[in-house]
């Protein structure tokens, strides 16, 4: 085989590649195109940021990638698979492989730290057993065994959101999307989460898809970002590349606030 034959078959396939993606809310004189043909490739194990000023299109675009949302336009794939009209069971076996953490952790009130890890396993009919030797596994990586019985109001906003990174693995899904996991925490928390997420990555292999406004957060934990601005995808590059020669506009007014400077 010629080296360049071999150099491409080892290439990696993405894990998760949206092409021509568009999304449009409202008709007429309120339409407001979401998304305006987002094409973008993640890669198996990468952790992939997405970053862009409120209402640049972050939270429709995470919330497409999980079919919450349908694009009218475009393709979503999943290993190679179009998943985009996938409905019914195809569509709920597609989301097993999909965990996501909220920004303000929507966590169930009337259930324990330990209750809210096993609600995704109850509802696909795990035995009860194996739920609790999963939950107990769960909560003992994220460093709160010793919280399974306490509920969301007994809990710091730092432990809530480490009960949703492990209901979100509860599944043990290959991909795990962020949408502003850490923007309604304080400084030190945020960081502790990171670290966190970082662990999940190295330790488990997994596929980590961050949404989020904030720089630093970008700087500290991805791999890769991509820069989205009215809808549309900006720039995409190694962050510490795209970040010290920003190219776009949207790219150099980011790293511009970034810096104090804008």
Same mark, same amino acid.
């Given at each position: 085989?010629?080296?360049?034959?071999?150099?491409?078959?080892?290439?990696?396939?993405?894990?998760?590649?949206?092409?021509?993606?568009?999304?449009?809310?409202?008709?007429?004189?309120?339409?407001?195109?979401?998304?305006?043909?987002?094409?973008?490739?993640?890669?198996?194990?990468?952790?992939?940021?997405?970053?862009?000023?409120?209402?640049?299109?972050?939270?429709?675009?995470?919330?497409?990638?999980?079919?919450?949302?349908?694009?009218?336009?475009?393709?979503?794939?999943?290993?190679?698979?179009?998943?985009?009209?996938?409905?019914?069971?195809?569509?709920?076996?597609?989301?097993?492989?999909?965990?996501?953490?909220?920004?303000?952790?929507?966590?169930?009130?009337?259930?324990?730290?330990?209750?809210? %890890?096993?609600?995704? =396993? *109850?509802?696909?009919?795990? /035995?009860?057993?194996?739920?609790? !030797? +999963?939950?107990?596994?769960?909560? $003992?990586?994220?460093?709160?065994?010793?919280?399974?019985?306490?509920?969301?109001?007994?809990?710091?906003?730092?432990?809530?959101?480490?009960?949703?990174?492990?209901?979100?693995?509860?599944?043990?899904?290959?991909?795990?999307?962020?949408?502003?996991?850490?923007?309604?925490?304080?400084?030190?928390?945020?960081?502790?989460?990171?670290?966190?997420?970082?662990?999940?990555?190295?330790?488990?292999?997994?596929?980590?898809?961050?949404?989020?406004?904030?720089?630093?957060?970008?700087?500290?934990?991805?791999?890769?970002?991509?820069?989205?601005?009215?809808?549309?995808?900006?720039? %995409?590059?190694?962050? =510490? *590349?795209?970040?010290?020669? /920003?190219?776009?506009?949207?790219? !150099? +007014?980011?790293?511009?606030?970034? $810096?104090?400077?804008?």
């Amino acid at each position: 085989m010629p080296a360049h034959a071999a150099s491409a078959a080892a290439a990696p396939q993405p894990i998760l590649s949206l092409r021509d993606v568009e999304k449009t809310y409202g008709r007429g004189n309120k339409q407001v195109d979401a998304l305006r043909g987002v094409t973008l490739d993640v890669y198996p194990g990468e952790i992939f940021g997405i970053i862009g000023p409120s209402g640049a299109g972050k939270s429709t675009l995470i919330r497409c990638i999980n079919l919450l949302e349908r694009p009218e336009k475009g393709q979503i794939f999943i290993d190679g698979v179009d998943v985009t009209g996938f409905r019914g069971r195809r569509l709920r076996e597609v989301r097993r492989n999909i965990g996501m953490v909220f920004q303000h952790f929507n966590l169930l009130s009337n259930r324990t730290a330990a209750g809210n %890890v096993a609600f995704p =396993m *109850e509802i696909v009919g795990i /035995p009860k057993g194996e739920r609790a !030797r +999963r939950v107990a596994q769960l909560l $003992a990586f994220v460093g709160l065994e010793e919280k399974a019985d306490r509920y969301p109001s007994e809990l710091s906003g730092g432990e809530k959101q480490r009960v949703g990174i492990a209901r979100a693995l509860a599944m043990e899904p290959r991909i795990l999307l962020c949408d502003e996991a850490t923007s309604a925490l304080d400084p030190d928390t945020t960081v502790a989460i990171l670290n966190l997420l970082k662990s999940i990555n190295q330790r488990l292999g997994l596929t980590i898809v961050m949404v989020t406004h904030q720089m630093h957060v970008v700087r500290s934990i991805c791999h890769r970002v991509a820069v989205i601005d009215q809808g549309r995808i900006a720039e %995409v590059g190694p962050v =510490m *590349e795209l970040f010290s020669n /920003p190219r776009a506009t949207a790219t !150099r +007014r980011l790293v511009g606030e970034a $810096a104090g400077i804008a």
